[in-house]
């Protein structure tokens, strides 16, 4: 069973930028998506972005606007998402997830929190205004 294990949060000033990393152990990031969701304080978990297995196609939410990159870094068997710009209203708990992903789907399907099979413990970001 993949656990997933995310890493890279702190405080930071509004404009700074951060990099999360979500290691895979008992496992590889091999034929999976990988996702980022994050929750704020009382809202609801919210999709962020997703790389998928087959294609390799980055799908973000519209909240990104350019400012994150996700990408894979196979030799360390990692997924990265680089946060540039970052803003107050960033500050939640990001969560990795992971979902097998023989047959790519639509893209709708990975925005749902549901289509994942595996979740990391989350890591905090707080960024200061």
């Known amino acids: 069973q993949v656990q997933l294990v995310e890493r890279g949060g702190g405080l930071v000033q509004a404009g700074a930028s951060l990099r999360l990393s979500c290691a895979a152990s008992?496992?590889?990031?091999?034929?999976?998506?990988v996702g980022w969701f994050r929750q704020a304080p009382g809202k609801e978990r919210e999709f962020v972005a997703v790389?998928?297995?087959?294609?390799?196609?980055?799908y973000y939410s519209a909240f990104v606007n350019s400012r994150f990159t996700i990408s894979r870094d196979n030799g360390a068997n990692m997924v990265l998402l680089q946060m540039n710009s970052l803003k107050p209203e960033d500050t939640a708990v990001y969560y990795c997830?992971?979902?097998?992903?023989?047959?790519?789907?639509?893209?709708?399907?990975?925005?749902?929190?549901?289509?994942?099979?595996?979740w990391g413990q989350g890591t905090q970001v707080t960024v200061s205004s």
């Open positions: 790389i998928t297995w087959r294609s390799g196609r980055t």
């Open positions: 997830a992971a979902r097998r992903d023989q047959v790519e789907l639509p893209r709708v399907y990975y925005y749902r929190d549901s289509s994942y099979d595996y």
């Open positions: 008992g496992g590889t990031f091999s034929s999976y998506a």
